[in-house]
């Protein structure tokens, strides 16, 4: 671990240095994405009021004032740009020096784009939670802040993260065959944002739309006897059974909220049924 960090940390230094070194951009970057809450938070305001009622969806003003300021902070910090990274050096064919250094090449990638995060962490991120606390509190009269709560959203950000940018590096080796990659980045970005609940929040959307991308997978894992008969809610998958170590898993899927039940059936030779 000493070795790997001693090889990637540099990286993450080049990255904050790289992003204040023309700090009037860097700062009208961070005042651009201050003034787009305040906006979102004025247009939201005029909803509310044009509709004359104190509830819209399920959402009163203070619930889409936190709303607004959580899912942008946490936009911040989750989105990547390693597709664009990616796509500019494969333009430029700067990717054959990078591939024939002895790194990796992702690595590289990730801790350079860590220091820019590290700078918005400081920057964006935790002023706003701060005044987000603070506007819970003064709009409800009481502390809201559980530090548990606090730790599984820090570390789902932490997975998301990693999640968008493999998924960015992967899609910026289209450059090898697009002359452009900025037009399908941007439909990209703006298609995730609006199916994740960013722009709007996912309860305003209709009700098809909405079952369709809160809908996620999960994987059922058992183990049987090998030749067993397996039935997943009367769907025969026992050809899903492994015939040496009688593993079987199934993909099914699952609503964020509300129950999710599943009826497993196993019959085994010799063995009376079980459920």
């Not at 911040?76 to 740009?81: A, C, F, G, M, P």
């Not at 991120?125 to 820090?154: C, D, L, N, R, S």
């Not at 999640?163 to 990209?188: I, Q, T």
Request: glycine share 6%; proline share 3%.
């Amino acid at each position: 671990m000493k070795k790997f960090l001693k090889t990637y940390l540099p990286f993450t230094r080049a990255g904050m240095q790289s992003a204040t070194a023309y700090r009037v951009n860097f700062l009208a970057w961070f005042m651009g994405d201050i003034m787009y809450c305040l906006v979102m938070y004025y247009v939201w305001r005029a909803v509310f009021a044009s509709s004359g009622q104190s509830s819209f969806n399920g959402f009163t003003m203070t619930d889409m004032t936190v709303f607004l300021f959580i899912s942008n902070i946490t936009r911040y910090i989750t989105e990547s740009d390693g597709s664009y990274d990616v796509g500019e050096e494969i333009r430029d064919g700067n990717i054959a020096m990078r591939l024939i250094k002895p790194v990796s090449f992702d690595m590289t990638f990730l801790f350079t784009e860590l220091g820019f995060k590290i700078l918005t962490f400081l920057m964006i991120f935790v002023p706003m939670v701060i005044g987000v606390e603070i506007y819970k509190f003064i709009a409800f009269g009481k502390v809201m802040f559980h530090i548990g709560t606090f730790a599984a959203y820090m570390l789902s950000i932490v997975m998301s993260y990693l999640f968008s940018f493999y998924m960015n590096v992967c899609f910026g080796f289209m450059a090898f065959f697009l002359k452009n990659l900025w037009g399908f980045n941007m439909l990209k970005s703006s298609i995730l944002r609006f199916l994740s609940g960013a722009v709007i929040p996912l309860a305003f959307m209709p009700e098809a739309l909405r079952t369709t991308v809160a809908t996620t997978m999960y994987a059922i894992r058992i183990v049987v006897r090998p030749g067993s008969r397996v039935m997943v809610n009367n769907e025969d998958c026992s050809d899903t059974v492994n015939s040496e170590t009688g593993e079987m898993t199934k993909n099914v899927t699952v609503q964020p909220t509300g129950d999710n039940p599943y009826k497993i059936t196993v019959r085994s030779q010799y063995c009376r049924e079980n459920s």
